[in-house]
């Protein structure tokens, strides 16, 4: 048995039937790849990826945090799903697709995955006739983002030839505890956790210690905060119809406007192309805020020891994206002077013993305030903690194979809640960037316009780039010649 974090918790007892808390995407896997071949290569790697076939045990009263336990009547049948998209077979079709799938739980009583496989992909450009798709839905209960790209190496070789995958061993059969024996556990853990509270204390004083240091010795700002971002259509209450689509982009052009910012990185513009995006976004609603947004950016707390380790280990950074000014060069700059700030300040406070607070909340008590927080609309009534969620899931830029077949593109999903409509995660990979919002209908119903805006924010930093290179390139030829 192995009991959740209570960062894992946290996503049992924020879900809704309005709020399911699954991350996942769509995947184009390209040549006419069979059913039964994809049904028969997971059975065959399953095993490697022990969260696909447990599934959770929950303590009498939710007194405590549910259990990771092997399911005994594990079924591969109820986790893979065929399905085939309507005529003409083209993007609308998939991303409403996608979007409908997006929007319904998975069910708590079997382990809290499922692939869907789609035929019927026959007109979308750059993608060949008869290639099929992959929508995957895990809960986040039991990945995050990096975990989440772990599994994709159950799934994905190298190269065409599937490499050799060594069977299962015997599993031994596990007894599942019943009330009173959870009860017992729960009592322990009551007695055990408020030992660890002098040392997250401890540690937080020496973290704060180093913060103000950095205030004093360099001069800095303090980094954005929660509850400091503007208010925005964004920062409702959730209804639960999901809404999907993905901008996809060339790595090696978004790679190259990094040079027009010195020390920009790859996630500065990222986050420059995102923000141009939300600044065009309200502006043609009239809705601009004069503050600039605030996104919130995951951070892998991960340690190279617990790189294929499933569970959430992230913290956040918050970065203000700069959607106040008009020039998209500055927008860079302003940003990457933002995320530098952001990361002296995270490195300076040590993340995992922040998170350590987590595992000190009772779990019931944690779900009776979710559903409050849910029922009476606490959202509409503060300042939002942050106005986005942006997360780069990092990815392999080199061909990757599906019993064979060539993955052509990837692109993710995440939940959204109250307060928090829009999540924009971003996958690199094989020379492609995915940048793909998921928001509510009742929020967003125009994503397709907003995920435009992706792609023509992208094209106006590129020509905004081109044009100041020209302007240094002059500039330093005339300084030459003088």
Request: charged share 20%; aromatic share 8%; proline share 7%.
């Amino acid at each position: 048995m192995e009991e959740l974090s209570g960062l894992d918790a946290s996503f049992l007892y924020l879900e809704t039937p309005k709020m399911p808390m699954h991350i996942g995407g769509v995947s184009i896997i390209e040549g006419s790849l069979k059913f039964d071949d994809f049904r028969q290569f997971v059975q065959d790697r399953l095993h490697n990826v022990d969260k696909l076939t447990q599934k959770l045990v929950t303590v009498p009263m939710s007194l405590d945090r549910p259990y990771w336990v092997n399911d005994p009547d594990f079924d591969l049948s109820l986790h893979l799903h065929r399905t085939a998209l309507p005529r003409p077979g083209g993007w609308k079709e998939l991303r409403y697709l996608a979007s409908r799938l997006f929007s319904q739980q998975l069910d708590r009583e079997r382990p809290l995955w499922e692939f869907i496989f789609v035929e019927g992909l026959d007109s979308i450009p750059q993608v060949p006739k008869g290639s099929v798709a992959l929508i995957s839905k895990v809960h986040h209960a039991g990945f995050d983002g990096k975990s989440g790209a772990d599994l994709m190496t159950m799934l994905y070789d190298v190269s065409p030839k599937p490499r050799y995958v060594a069977p299962p061993s015997p599993k031994k059969i596990e007894e599942i505890p019943g009330p009173v024996g959870l009860m017992a556990k729960s009592a322990y853990h009551f007695l055990t956790r408020p030992g660890k509270l002098p040392g997250l204390l401890w540690d937080t004083g020496k973290s704060t210690l180093k913060a103000g240091y950095l205030t004093r010795s360099q001069g800095l700002t303090l980094p954005t905060m929660p509850f400091s971002a503007p208010k925005t259509r964004l920062n409702d209450t959730v209804e639960a119809g999901r809404v999907w689509n993905s901008a996809i982009l060339d790595i090696h052009r978004v790679k190259t406007l990094r040079k027009v910012v010195e020390g920009a990185t790859l996630n500065d513009v990222i986050l420059a192309i995102c923000a141009g995006a939300l600044r065009r976004y309200f502006l043609e609603k009239n809705e601009l805020p004069d503050k600039p947004l605030v996104a919130m950016v995951p951070v892998s707390t991960r340690t190279a020891e617990e790189k294929n380790a499933m569970g959430n280990q992230v913290s956040a950074m918050y970065v203000q994206l700069a959607t106040d000014l008009e020039d998209p060069i500055k927008r860079l700059e302003k940003i990457h002077q933002n995320t530098v700030i952001g990361k002296l300040y995270q490195d300076a406070i040590d993340a995992k013993s922040l998170m350590g607070y987590a595992e000190l909340i009772p779990f019931g008590l944690a779900g009776v305030a979710a559903r409050f927080y849910t029922s009476a609309a606490i959202a509409k009534r503060h300042n939002p903690f942050f106005n986005v969620v942006i997360t780069n899931v990092p990815g392999p830029q080199i061909p990757l194979y599906l019993a064979g077949h060539k993955l052509i593109v990837t692109m993710g999903t995440a939940p959204i809640f109250d307060g928090m409509g829009l999540i924009m995660p971003i996958c690199s990979y094989n020379g492609t960037i995915s940048i793909s919002p998921t928001s509510a209908a009742n929020l967003m119903p125009d994503l397709d316009d907003f995920t435009r805006y992706i792609r023509e924010s992208a094209n106006e930093l590129e020509e905004a780039a081109k044009q100041k290179m020209k302007e240094i390139a002059v500039l330093k030829e005339f300084l030459e010649q003088n």
